[in-house]
């Protein structure tokens, strides 16, 4: 039988927030959430949050378990590691594992999500591909070099640092005879997949200390874990949640009116709406 356990990452104002899980328990009856509430937010929102949900079947990192997810560093994909063995620990028994965020929203009831992973029973719905995937920016540039700084709090320092090593010819050792594979961080891997990923990241360590400091790695590192780890046959190459990206990499919001049928037919969430 299939069982969701959601994973989401959010930050800010809990109010859409509270909605979002309100709206998943009751339209998924049998699903799990498993929150991460970014630690550079306020503790007492995560409390006022957490309060909200006690004895419900939604769960929440514990404080030291929380990380700061800045945009473009490997905190978003050690939330998502932490989010893991939350799971694993507290055997809630998923068949499969969906990450979402706070700005997602849900185009259709999800018991048709439940129904669909069922029909696409060992199906890891996740985006695989190379780097001309990515728009606007850098590209294999995000991996061949050392990027240590937040570009948002620091964007001078963060650029210059990148030339310089670029100038001076400091590609990382082995970075370019790596395969690095790319995609939408919005995904749902079937939970026999995600075990794989938990063991693996424990046990080869050069592997995540390699992508801690790749430029954005939440759109590359399980991205590439998934295609060293599992079946090609198993993994659809595509996500289930609808985006866009202008010309310049920076996602498209969303209004109500502006969701069309043909999405509504072949995705169950959608990012950025409001």
Not at 96 to 114: A, F, K, V
Not at 152 to 163: A, C, D, Q, S, T
């Amino acid at each position: 039988m299939v069982k969701i356990a959601y994973i989401l990452l959010c930050h800010g104002n809990i109010e859409p927030i509270k909605r979002l899980i309100t709206q998943i328990l009751e339209s998924d009856t049998n699903c799990a959430i498993v929150v991460h509430y970014d630690k550079r937010d306020s503790s007492d929102h995560y409390l006022e949050l957490k309060a909200s949900y006690s004895g419900s079947r939604c769960h929440f990192l514990s404080d030291a378990d929380r990380v700061q997810g800045e945009w473009g560093t490997f905190g978003l994909v050690q939330a998502v590691l932490n989010a893991f063995d939350y799971i694993k620990e507290s055997s809630l028994g998923c068949s499969h594992c969906y990450l979402i965020s706070g700005s997602c929203y849900p185009l259709r009831p999800l018991y048709e999500l439940n129904e669909y992973l069922g029909v696409n029973r060992g199906l890891n719905f996740i985006e695989c591909q190379g780097s001309d995937w990515i728009r606007g920016g850098i590209k294999k540039d995000r991996y061949f070099y050392h990027h240590v700084l937040s570009k948002r709090k620091y964007p001078k320092l963060f650029r210059w640092i990148y030339l310089a090593q670029k100038r001076l010819g400091l590609k990382r050792i082995g970075a370019t005879s790596m395969q690095v594979y790319f995609g939408s961080q919005w995904w749902c891997l079937t939970w026999e997949s995600v075990s794989k990923i938990v063991e693996y990241a424990k046990s080869d360590k050069r592997f995540v200390k390699f992508f801690r400091t790749v430029w954005i790695p939440d759109e590359c590192f399980f991205q590439t874990a998934v295609r060293q780890l599992c079946d090609p046959e198993k993994i659809a190459d595509r996500s289930l949640t609808y985006y866009e990206f202008d010309k310049k990499g920076k996602p498209r919001y969303f209004a109500k009116n502006e969701i069309a049928c043909d999405i509504l037919r072949n995705y169950f969430f959608i990012r950025k709406y409001h």
